[in-house]
């Protein structure tokens, strides 16, 4: 099986962060998938970030508030 296969066929946002002093770090990715519901618009945000504390060797997982317009 090509790797390629398993790829989105849309934009996915990839993002990081760290901050070297606190030893913190913040690495995830994104992307939207919209539905048009009559007059109004839902934007799903698919996908998640980690938020790394390495002093304590915690990690927390978030994900993104899904939005609705009218």
């Known amino acids: 099986m ?3 296969c398993l790829l989105p066929y849309f934009p996915v946002s990839a993002f990081y962060a760290e901050h070297p ?3 913190i770090t913040v690495d995830g990715y994104i992307w ?3 539905k048009f519901l009559g007059l109004s ?4 945000m698919i996908g ?3 938020i790394s504390l390495l002093d304590w060797d915690e990690e927390y997982i978030i994900t993104f508030p899904n939005g ?3």
């Open 48 to 50: 998640q970030a980690v």
């Open 21 to 23: 002093n606190n030893k």
């Open 68 to 70: 609705y317009g009218r």
């Open 32 to 34: 939207t998938k919209s």
């Open 2 to 4: 090509n790797s390629r």
């Open 41 to 44: 618009i839902g934007v799903h």
